[in-house]
């Protein structure tokens, strides 16, 4: 089987990134990563009461938890990853209608494999360093040469 990542690895991988910083703009959770002041990260450590029983089946007791990381992604990686890994990969908890094909919630449940979490991981860091002023990026890039 392959390896998976735990809450605690996930916001370590997030850190791991040049002009990472991260706030709790909710109270205890979600724990917020962003870059250029921008979030890219939410992650969920202790998971959120209920979360599974609207995003993946409302059989579900609302008492069962999961850890859980949201990402900010591409539309169509959105829906790439959504297809690859449905019961893990599902549409963004506590997000607007609007701003959902933006993002996913990945279920740190053990199905998603560590290198694909990795990929999403570094793909939603990208994903917003590059919607940022390019002086910002430019700054941030500097981090990476020192």
């Given at each position: 089987m392959a390896e998976t990542y735990s809450a605690t690895e996930v916001m370590?991988?997030?850190?791991r990134y040049p002009g990472v910083d991260s706030y709790y703009p909710f109270?205890?959770?979600p724990e917020c990563f962003r870059v250029g002041g921008k979030i890219f990260a939410e992650?969920?450590?202790q998971g959120v009461k209920g979360a599974l029983?609207?995003?993946v089946d409302s059989q579900i007791p609302p008492e069962r938890i999961s850890p859980m990381v949201t990402l900010r992604c591409e539309p169509?990686?959105?829906?790439?990853?959504?297809?690859?890994y449905p019961k893990a990969v599902l549409r963004p908890y506590h997000?607007?209608?609007?701003?959902q094909p933006y993002a996913n919630t990945v279920l740190l449940d053990g199905s998603v494999?560590?290198?694909i979490m990795e990929d999403m991981v570094t793909h939603a860091y990208r994903y917003i360093l590059n919607k940022l002023p390019r002086r910002i990026r430019d700054e941030i890039e500097m981090e990476?040469?020192?």
């Open positions: 370590a991988l997030c850190r109270g205890s959770q992650v969920y450590a029983t609207i995003l169509s990686f959105s829906d790439f990853m959504r297809q690859q997000c607007p209608p609007a701003q494999p560590e290198e990476l040469r020192t």
